[in-house]
């Protein structure tokens, strides 16, 4: 299994991703920007970070640098993406998942640590994982509160903040995300964008090892590729 973790100008996470991969056992490797193909690799991940400095609007000029093309045949082959804070803001720039991150409730950055509800097994990314489990991950971001499309398919929710027994209280919705929404995929399912760092929380040490959960669903064992028609249904 090999996972390809994108590099962007002003990428911060890209380094924790790949160490924790490899800690993991996994064949994980560097793609810069401005590669225009992805070769044989079965999952890739979009990391956090400020990517161009998050001008215009974060993530939105990293949505049209070269990789994201690949990336969008990656996606429509079947292929397994994950993309954590900003690579959550570059996939929705690049059309790739529905709705839109602004800026948080309040106006201020947060840089906490919150409980996730997983909502959804079906997709990559919480495969390993079973719905209704709460998991502890750190959030840091100042444009994080999503707000999802009308009528968006409630299957396309992946993750919603929680407080510890996973009851969802408007003090454990660190931005003011609609629903407490947290993470959404496409509609495939095998394209996902989430808010909270799970390469942050790889070790008892840092206050949780959760984040090992997420990343584990990427690489343990191929992912079942079909292709995804426009609107990121399966075909």
Known sequence: MRVGVVVFPGSTCD???????????????????????????????????????????????????????????????????????????????????????????????VCQTVWVRVESSRTPATRALQPGQVLRLPVAHGDGRYIPPRGLDPRQVVFRYCDEAGRLRRSANPNGSSGHIAGVCNAAGNVVGMMPHPERAADPLLGSADGLRVLAGLWARPVARAPVAAGGRRR
Do not use: K, T
Request: hydrophobic letters at 45%.
């Open 15 to 109: 380094r924790d991703c790949l160490q924790v991969l490899r800690q993991m056992g996994a064949s994980a490797e560097e793609v810069w920007h401005e590669e225009r193909e992805l070769r044989g690799l079965d999952a890739v991940i979009l990391p956090g970070g400020f990517s161009y400095g998050d001008y215009l609007r974060a993530g939105a000029v990293a949505a049209r640098s070269p990789v994201m093309e690949a990336v969008r045949s990656f996606a429509r082959s079947g292929g397994a993406v994950l993309g954590i804070c900003n690579g959550f803001q570059v996939l929705l720039e690049a059309g790739l998942l529905p709705g839109a991150l602004v800026r948080n409730r309040g106006g201020r950055f």
